[in-house]
């Protein structure tokens, strides 16, 4: 099986889970080629792995000499052919532009002659928006099937939804939160063949050294986050929270890994004044994008993590806390409630900092509670959200594309 492995923008600050899917794939016997659409914004990029799966991925943006050539060879043949008339059609909607579609069917005739030269045998598409046009468009046009996983609202992803699926080889959703909906309104145009596939993370890699140790009511509640600082991910929520602990004399300090879409230039100012507007400067710290070591370091020390999502599909960050045995507390919303029930953590409005605080409270003050929350995340987390599930999902749906097509070829 050679699988060619499209992430846009790869690789970014959350594309750990990635990585780790990519390593069990290889494990199970696959090779894998990376490729992605452009590189990330330098700032974002801080895995310990980013300089290995920047070396082993292609971008579409900048593609080699021999490879542009054999890309324009390409087009050339699907114009002779009449085909390239009919995807420009299927590629227009209200709001695209020319130039939009242009880059589109360019960057799909060089996935295609990355597929030709490399002897793939399909791209699996994390993504159902741009990236998912481009495999399209080189389904269209050259041949090249493609299958997508769904991490969000389908609504999140562009237009020409019906379109990208009917033509896929098959899908994969993160949630059943996700599936129902997505089942409902694209009804006919799902590919036969739709699978669950729950992200997940190494969990032999994210386990502690010491056992978990609850607040004792000394010194200060550390309380770690960890997401894009983006409005959707609640970290105004959050911080205003520490501001309520402390008021109900939980002397909490809180850290927040993550950056913003622009390195540093963007959300990130709007959390950094509201920080100083409330006096918190010496309780609450941005990290900005580090890797996973880092996290790993930052769990080990915290007694709470914190999330205050509005909508979170389901959260790696949230599994990685839970493996690491830290007590959560999350935003109920979006899949979440897929990974996080009661006895196993404490979910809260993500829209009030006050519900966010005694969620944090309550952990803070009942060290037993604390510590079987810990217990019963960890477990919970081992059992149901191990990379290596969706890793097998795939590469099992991949061979039955092969399966299938050898069987018609016969």
């Not at 295609?112 to 399209?136: F, K, L, P, Y």
Request: hydrophobic fraction near 45%; proline fraction near 5%.
């Amino acid at each position: 099986m050679k699988l060619g492995y499209l992430v846009p923008e790869f690789p970014g600050q959350t594309h750990a889970f990635f990585w780790r899917e990519v390593k069990e794939l290889e494990l199970a016997g696959a090779k894998v080629d990376l490729i992605s659409t452009r590189p990330p914004v330098e700032a974002i990029a801080s895995h310990a792995w980013g300089d290995d799966a920047r070396a082993r991925t292609a971008y579409l943006s900048s593609p080699d000499l021999r490879r542009a050539l054999r890309a324009i060879a390409m087009l050339g043949s699907a114009v002779v052919s009449g085909r390239m008339r009919a995807v420009v059609r299927s590629l227009t909607s209200p709001g695209d532009s020319r130039a939009h579609t242009l880059r589109t069917i360019a960057a799909s005739a060089v996935l295609a002659a990355q597929a030709r030269s490399a002897g793939w045998s399909h791209v699996h598409v994390h993504s159902c928006a741009g990236s998912a046009d481009i495999a399209m468009t080189a389904r269209l046009l050259f041949g090249l099937t493609y299958s997508l996983t769904l991490h969000g609202p389908l609504a999140d992803y562009g237009p020409r939804q019906d379109q990208k699926w009917s033509h896929a080889e098959f899908g994969l959703i993160i949630t059943e939160t996700l599936a129902a909906p997505t089942r409902e309104i694209l009804g006919e145009a799902l590919p036969e063949r739709v699978s669950l596939a729950p992200m997940g993370i190494r969990t032999v890699e994210m386990q502690r050294e010491s056992p978990y140790r609850a607040w004792a009511g000394q010194g200060p509640l550390v309380v770690f986050s960890c997401g894009r600082l983006n409005p959707a991910k609640g970290h105004d929520t959050l911080i205003t929270a520490i501001k309520t602990l402390q008021g109900m004399q939980v002397p909490a300090r809180l850290t927040i890994a993550g950056e913003d879409e622009q390195g540093g230039s963007g959300y990130r100012r709007q959390l950094e004044e509201l920080i100083a507007h409330l006096d918190l400067v010496e309780h609450v710290e941005l990290l900005g994008a580090v890797d996973e070591d880092t996290i790993r370091q930052r769990l080990a020390g915290a007694h709470v993590f914190a999330l205050a999502s509005h909508g979170e599909p389901l959260g790696v960050a949230i599994m990685e806390a839970m493996a690491m045995s830290i007590p959560v507390v999350v935003g109920d919303g979006g899949g979440v409630r897929e990974l996080v029930v009661d006895g196993v953590g404490v979910l809260v409005d993500p829209e009030s900092p006050l519900g966010v605080a005694s969620g944090i409270r309550a952990i803070a003050l009942d060290p037993a509670y604390a510590c079987a929350l810990s217990a019963a995340g960890r477990a919970s987390v081992i059992s149901r959200f191990d990379s290596g599930n969706s890793a097998r999902t795939l590469f099992d749906e991949v061979a039955r594309t092969l399966s299938t097509r050898a069987g018609t070829a016969a």
